[in-house]
């Protein structure tokens, strides 16, 4: 089960110092509760507005029972204007009965004895009840209309200042602060699927947590003990992502449902923002490591290239002028001045590539003269082996960086010359295909496990063998990154009967030989 991290947004509920000493608030009265009482305070006051219209034109200034009941109607009509209906029909049986009471003969009593009195009365009511309810209902769309442009004006001030986030600091803390001041809620909870961190303003009920938890894995609407709580999943591309509760608000469920989105969209822009940073801390790390790299690799070609110059001249010179046990070391210092120098090479490449610095130098050439030149850089290492050469002349000229191609041509048949038999050939040929020129290497070796097939072209991995050998794993990512370079990339087919073929294809040079 995953552990849930509870971030309570102290900067989204400010709460005022309370001195310990004062006593203790009364517990407020619940929302319900409070409406019913401010009900039944309206109501008493459309009572009393009905009772002192009937002592005002009963005994201070007499009217006739029409003028009476018109005026009945403006208190009825007053009353439902700045209460409601359930106010203005309760006074207009009370405004009914008063009006049958002093004014309707026999007054003083509630019967009526002239049957034309019974029509005036009914009228008066069905006219009070209807006006009451006209009133009513223009009222109460009036005040649907007054929620409804808050609930947008808040909507609106919501996503402007999730827009505004500041994205150098938590997103998410930001979104629950903003929702918390703008639109008003007592408490608000939101949960994060990915992570189980659940961040909190002004809510502390644990039964909240297990809710949010509840309503992301199910994906449904919950309600909390008090009805003032709704817990409502976070949905993106129709996935729960998270959930959220409100407490103590007055949204209407188009408005939630528009809360809930952009809710949504605020987490999605935070991982949005969490992978650009990632990304971009990823790159410049990446760019420090291939600078450092590049800086060294020179720094070893320096004393490199002295060394090479000392042992070529001294193997060079008179036979006479070394022993032969120095002649000997001499040679091995040579070699390891050639492969040190390789392998600072292949480093330096390596750190350009993936620095951003790698730049092609395209020209036209020969397929075969591509092949020869490398042939001619392995020469010492390849003297002692079978290497066939199998590409025509024929081939059309192709546009490459010729230096890039070999440096490919030259780890493929190191790699080959590693990884076969000493006495198996190798095979290096060229061919037509696809509108390209194809060139491939094939040796006679064991063959690359499925397995590895995909791994050989990561950095750094060297391919399993039954014998130590000596290489860092550079070579075959160097060859993929170069010939992706040229829009192409590397083929491998690898079978234990057939041995190992590298083959990549290089494009056709437009018009052939510039003049």
Not at 31 to 57: P, Y
Not at 59 to 73: D, E, H, K, M, S
Not at 380 to 396: C, F, H, K, Q
């Amino acid at each position: 089960m995953t552990a849930v991290r509870s971030v309570n947004i102290a900067e989204a509920a400010p709460r005022p110092s309370v001195d310990t000493q004062q006593a203790p608030e009364p517990p407020k009265l619940s929302r319900a509760a409070n409406k019913t009482f401010r009900l039944i305070l309206r109501s008493t006051v459309g009572v009393g507005l009905v009772v002192a219209t009937t002592f005002f034109f009963s005994r201070l200034v007499p009217l006739n029972a029409t003028t009476a009941g018109f005026c009945y109607l403006v208190a009825i009509l007053l009353i439902a204007t700045k209460g409601g209906l359930v106010e203005a029909t309760i006074a207009s049986i009370a405004a009914m009965l008063c009006f049958n009471f002093f004014f309707l003969p026999p007054v003083g009593t509630f019967t009526i004895s002239d049957p034309q009195n019974w029509i005036a009365l009914l009228a008066f009511l069905a006219t009070s009840l209807t006006a009451s309810q006209l009133s009513a209902r223009a009222k109460m769309r009036a005040l649907e209309s007054e929620e409804r442009r808050n609930e947008i004006e808040r909507l609106y001030s919501l996503s402007r200042a999730l827009l505004l986030i500041d994205t150098a600091r938590p997103i998410v803390n930001q979104i629950v602060h903003q929702i918390f001041t703008t639109c008003g809620f007592a408490g608000i909870g939101l949960y994060i699927r990915s992570t189980g961190e659940i961040y909190r303003a002004g809510l502390e009920n644990a039964e909240v947590e297990d809710k949010l938890r509840e309503s992301a894995v199910r994906s449904v609407v919950l309600k909390g003990e008090s009805p003032e709580l709704v817990v409502t999943p976070v949905r993106l591309g129709g996935e729960p992502i998270g959930s959220v509760a409100l407490s103590g608000g007055e949204f209407s469920d188009a408005a939630l449902q528009s809360l809930v989105n952009l809710v949504a969209i605020g987490l999605e822009r935070a991982n949005a923002q969490k992978v650009v940073t990632q990304a971009e801390v990823a790159r410049q790390s990446e760019e420090l490591k291939s600078t450092m790299l590049d800086a060294l690799a020179h720094e070893f070609k320096t004393p490199l290239t002295s060394i090479k110059a000392v042992t070529t001249d001294l193997l060079s010179g008179s036979p006479n002028a070394l022993q032969p046990h120095q002649h000997e070391l001499m040679t091995i210092v040579d070699e390891s001045a050639d492969r040190l120098s390789k392998l600072v090479s292949d480093a330096i490449l390596l750190a350009r590539i993936e620095g951003g610095t790698f730049r092609l130098n395209l020209g036209t050439h020969i397929p075969s003269s591509l092949v020869n030149g490398a042939l001619r850089q392995m020469k010492s290492l390849s003297a002692e082996r079978d290497i066939r050469v199998d590409v025509p002349e024929e081939l059309p000229p192709v546009r490459v960086d010729a230096e890039l191609i070999q440096v490919v041509l030259t780890h493929l048949l190191d790699n080959a010359l590693k990884y076969s038999s000493p006495g198996s050939p190798i095979h290096i040929g060229g061919r037509m295909g696809d509108g390209k020129v194809i060139l491939f290497l094939a040796d006679k070796g064991k063959g690359i496990r499925e397995d590895e097939q995909e791994k050989i072209f990561e950095k750094f991995y060297r391919g399993k063998s039954e014998h130590h050998l000596q290489g860092t794993g550079m070579g075959l990512p160097i060859v993929r990154e170069i010939l992706r370079a040229h829009g192409e990339d590397v083929t491998l087919t690898s079978s234990p009967e057939q041995g190992t073929e590298f083959s990549f294809g290089l494009p056709i040079a437009s018009g052939g030989f510039p003049l």
